[in-house]
């Protein structure tokens, strides 16, 4: 796999892809396992502030400045009674998860989740129960949180938290509808029925709010895309987003394919913008519908129907997965894709934000930081303004899935408010460094202002309790710009991101 050849990337700052929207930076935290009990709500632990909310985990969350986050699921929103959630916490149900087996104790609902994302500077995203669900019920969430006082359940809201409407401006008719699996599971046009009344009643409290509709849960479905074209087909002009969900893993061990897993990523945005403007083309509208990529990560290590299973017990350890070094280089492809189809791609959530497949993990009174946090982490930072096509050459090498691909996979942004601009780049050669000559066509950063790099030689590496340090990204040199050229190597299996001064 590896050689001694190099590869170039030539940048040019008026091949704009489009502007980047910073919701492509967002996180979703479901109520299963220990994502919110034990992982950002847990007033048993020392770090738990006067509500409960666990102030390290809060920092972390910060660091890695979550744009938008998708709440309470998941598989989780199919069964949930949101009102079970509000109110003196003394005086709420507990009741049985039957999405994860658990209990749920409704000490976390939906204004606790409000507090949650005021402190960590994030747009809230609220999934409606469209599964045992009623339109009704999702129509009275959105009173609930965005009518002024004067009604109903926006006069229980300033009885419970606060006389302010909360304003929350995205909103997700329901998860992964197609899915045999789904609690109150629909066939497409029962369920494009079925959400494009909910969204109409929704919209006649909030003509402001923003609709997410079902895409397929994966593209390995049955129904996929099919599913996709149907629901759409029914509710095009009542939503904004079109969700798709995706969970990629080694399953078969094989390094080299998954490590080149950005392609499958590619393919399936491009089926779906080929879908939408179908859709958009059929029913003769001049409405736009984005992509919400609104749960995607690693998931692979934990699967087992046991993993998913609580025991009727409240916060089990559920698909609490380990990253390792390959894992976060396919995180680091993933974030690439974003920014390369950030035309017809707007929303993106990492599912799930601490615990549950997640870039950090909890014990009572620690928090570890997985090897997948460090990608999110430069991006979130440092990707702003538009994103660039670029060209890029690179020597190529044999995968079983995907046969030949490039070495590299790269993307690249410039801000003209800031004149910064970042590069990421990921060399998937298990063996070989590559020497790398980046070359800007137009105008020339004066400087490099910082290059990190997450590199080691085993794939299977991963941080844990014991060595918490042992991946995570370091500074390096930042390479000098010679006539309009900078020249950098690249380790094998390494993650670079460069921030440029123009
Ligand atoms: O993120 C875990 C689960 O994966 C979500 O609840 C569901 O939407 C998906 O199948």
Redesign the pocket.
């Known amino acids: 796999m590896g050689n001694n050849k190099s590869a170039t990337v030539s940048v040019d700052s008026r091949r704009v892809i489009s502007e980047i929207s910073p919701l492509l930076f967002s996180g979703?935290a479901?109520h299963?396992g220990r994502c919110i009990y034990e992982g950002i709500y847990d007033p048993a632990s020392a770090h738990a502030d006067e509500h409960g909310l666990r102030q390290d985990v809060l920092a972390a969350l910060r660091e890695l400045n979550y744009r938008a986050m998708r709440y309470p699921?998941?598989?989780?929103v199919s069964g949930y009674r949101w009102e079970d959630g509000i109110g003196p916490k003394s005086q709420r149900p507990a009741r049985r998860d039957l999405?994860w087996q658990s209990i749920e104790s409704n000490q976390f609902g939906t204004d606790d989740f409000m507090r949650f994302c005021r402190e960590i500077n994030t747009e809230p995203m609220l999934a409606v129960n469209l599964g045992t669900g009623t339109i009704q019920d999702a129509a009275n969430l959105v009173e609930y949180c965005n009518a002024p006082l004067g009604s109903a359940y926006a006069d229980r809201r300033a009885a419970n938290s606060q006389a302010e409407p909360y304003g929350v401006k995205y909103w997700c008719l329901g998860?992964?509808m197609d899915?045999p699996?789904q609690i109150g599971h629909l066939d497409a046009v029962e369920y494009g029925k079925k959400a494009r009344e909910a969204a109409k009643l929704m919209r006649l409290h909030d003509e402001s709010i923003e609709l997410v509709l079902c895409g397929s849960?994966s593209s390995q479905m049955p129904t996929y895309p099919e599913w996709d074209r149907v629901a759409l087909e029914l509710c095009w002009d009542g939503v904004d987003y079109h969700s798709m969900?995706y969970?990629a893993g080694n399953h078969k061990d094989d390094s080299p394919s998954y490590l080149a897993l950005s392609a499958e990523f590619e393919d399936y945005v491009d089926t779906l913008a080929g879908i939408l403007r179908y859709v958009k083309a059929k029913t003769r509208s001049k409405h736009d519908v984005y992509l919400s990529w609104d749960?995607w990560n690693v998931?692979y290590k934990a699967r087992e129907l046991s993993d998913m299973r609580g025991g009727w017990t409240e916060a089990p350890h559920l698909?609490e997965e380990v990253y390792n070094l390959e894992d976060a280089l396919v995180v680091a492809q993933w974030l690439n894709v974003f920014l390369r189809k950030s035309d017809v791609l707007k929303i993106a959530c990492i599912?799930?934000i601490v615990n549950?497949?997640a870039p950090i993990l909890t014990q009572r009174n620690r928090l570890l930081k997985q090897s997948t946090y460090y990608p999110l982490l430069h991006f979130s930072q440092l990707a702003r303004g538009n994103a660039l096509d670029l060209l890029v050459t690179a020597p190529h090498y044999e995968t079983e899935q995907f046969g030949a691909m490039p070495l590299l996979d790269v993307s690249a942004s410039h801000d003209p408010d800031t004149n910064r601009g970042a590069i990421f780049i990921v060399n998937r050669s298990l063996e070989g460094a590559l020497p790398l000559e980046i070359t800007w066509a137009d105008k020339t950063p004066t400087r490099i202002l910082s290059a990190h790099q997450l590199a080691g030689s085993d794939p299977k590496a991963a941080n844990s309790w014991e060595q918490p340090d042992q991946l995570r990204t370091q500074a390096i040199a930042a390479p000098r710009i010679v006539d309009s050229a900078a020249q950098l190597r690249l380790p094998a299996l390494s993650f670079t991101a460069l921030e440029v001064a123009y």
Do not use: D, P, R, T
């Open positions: 979703f479901e299963m699921g998941g598989n989780f999405a998860n992964e899915g699996w849960s969900h969970y749960e998931w698909i599912a799930q549950v497949i």
